[in-house]
Structure formats: structure tokens, C-alpha cells
């Protein structure tokens, strides 16, 4: 084989790929906050069939889950501005990301409260404990411990799945390199390098979001 490695020819934008680092880790934090927030507020209207917001979070839900990422990313950013509602590319790939890890987070969220056994609950009801205090107190919890091995997955799938944004020039990880491999034209060692940066973040991510789960729930969220 006549092709020469050269992987000093990556590693000297390594600025660059810092940059796409952080901006892929910031897209997948601020969609795994506000889309687990979104999720368990899906989760509880369904599960507890709150109307309206129990068909409203059923249609979402069903609209998101049936169509695929890219398609939800490119009707935001370019869709969106016929209506008048402007984004610029950052704005529009974290509310891609928040809309479609919302939903997801809500059906597996939705499973957990779900199998919360009725003798809790009753047991909160005959302490004179309302709604409001029954979810946050009996039902949360430990519906998020028994879910939250799914939770972490599908932040992680959402990781990875933001290297959809470069296609709207959000500069993340992706972006990144086709940047790179624009300049340098070493496209085996560039891509191989994200893969390689890709694994170790989605196997840092989960192991950060269990030590959390572990922290924040207890030893049930394994």
C-alpha cells in the first residue's frame, strides 16, 4: 500500500477540534436538560391523562418519533423563517435537539411513572400528601431510578446524532472535520480521529450521567 499516514496534518487544527468538542458537548447539555424537563411534563400528562396536554403530548410524541431527525432539523431552519420565526444555526439545531430528545424522554419517563406500584400512591393519598407532593415525593424519583439506564442511552444517541448539524453549518464535532478535511485533504486520518473522539464521548457521557443517576437517585438508577 502506497498511502502514507500523516495524522500531524489533523492534529494541527486541533483548535478546531477542540471548538467542535465543546460546541457538541454544550448542544447535547442544554438539550438533555431541557429535554428531560420536557420529557417528564409529557410523561406525567400522559400518565396521569391530564387534558388537554395528555392528546397534545400524544400527537408531539407521535409526530417526532415518526420522522426522522434531520428532516425536524432542516423544518426549524429552514422551514420556520417562511412563518416569520428566524433562527440563526445554533438556535435552530438546540431546538432540534430539545424537541426531539423531549420526546423520546417522555415514553421512556411515561414507562417509569407507570410501573410505580399503586400501594405507594394510596399510602401518599392517606397521609393527606396532594398531587403536586405525590409526584415529586413517591413518584418521580424512583420512576427516574428504574429508567434512568434508558435515559442515559438516549442522551448519548443524541450526542451522536447532532453531527447532523453541521448540514445547517451548526460548528460542532462534524463540522469540524469536514472543516478540516477540506483543508488538509487527509480525509482517512480526519474521520478517524472524530470516530475515535465520538467513542470516547459517548462512553464519558454515559459513565458521567450513571456516577450522576447513582448521586441523584440512589443505587436503584444502575
Request: glycine letters at 8%; proline letters at 2%; hydrophobic letters at 50%.
Given at each position: 500500500m502506497s498511502y502514507q499516514f500523516d495524522f500531524?496534518?489533523?492534529?494541527?487544527?486541533?483548535?478546531?477540534?477542540?471548538?467542535?468538542?465543546?460546541?457538541?458537548?454544550?448542544?447535547?447539555?442544554?438539550?438533555?436538560?431541557?429535554?428531560?424537563?420536557?420529557?417528564?411534563l409529557g410523561a406525567v400528562s400522559r400518565a396521569w391523562q391530564i387534558k388537554p396536554f395528555d392528546r397534545i403530548f400524544a400527537v408531539y410524541v407521535e409526530l417526532i418519533r415518526n420522522t426522522p431527525f434531520l428532516i425536524q432539523l432542516f423544518f426549524i431552519y429552514f422551514g420556520l423563517p417562511s412563518l416569520g420565526f428566524r433562527l440563526d444555526e445554533w438556535q435552530a439545531a438546540i431546538l432540534a435537539?430539545?424537541?426531539?430528545?423531549?420526546?423520546?424522554?417522555?415514553?421512556?419517563?411515561?414507562?417509569?411513572?407507570?410501573?410505580?406500584?399503586r400501594g405507594q400512591?394510596?399510602?401518599?393519598?392517606?397521609?393527606?400528601?396532594?398531587?403536586?407532593?405525590i409526584f415529586r415525593h413517591v413518584v418521580l424519583p424512583p420512576a427516574l431510578a428504574k429508567v434512568w439506564p434508558a435515559i442515559c442511552s438516549q442522551m448519548v444517541i443524541v450526542m451522536l446524532g447532532t453531527s447532523v448539524c453541521s448540514?445547517?453549518?451548526?460548528?460542532?464535532?462534524?463540522?469540524?472535520?469536514?472543516f478540516?478535511?477540506?483543508?488538509?485533504?487527509?480525509?482517512?486520518?480526519?474521520?478517524?480521529i472524530v470516530t475515535v473522539i465520538y467513542f470516547v464521548l459517548a462512553v464519558a457521557v454515559r459513565q458521567l450521567l450513571t456516577v450522576?443517576?447513582?448521586?441523584l437517585l440512589g443505587r436503584r438508577a444502575r
Open positions: 500531524v496534518a489533523v492534529f494541527d487544527y486541533s483548535s478546531v477540534l477542540l471548538a467542535g468538542t465543546a460546541h457538541t458537548l454544550l448542544l447535547t447539555a442544554v438539550g438533555a436538560v431541557a429535554g428531560l424537563g420536557i420529557g417528564i435537539v430539545i424537541i426531539n430528545l423531549g420526546a423520546y424522554t417522555t415514553e421512556i419517563v411515561r414507562a417509569g411513572i407507570e410501573a410505580t406500584p400512591i394510596e399510602a401518599a393519598q392517606s397521609l393527606a400528601m396532594t398531587r403536586p407532593q448540514q445547517i453549518a451548526a460548528e460542532e464535532l462534524t463540522f469540524a472535520a469536514n478540516i478535511q477540506s483543508r488538509n485533504f487527509r480525509a482517512f486520518e480526519t474521520y478517524f450522576a443517576g447513582l448521586r
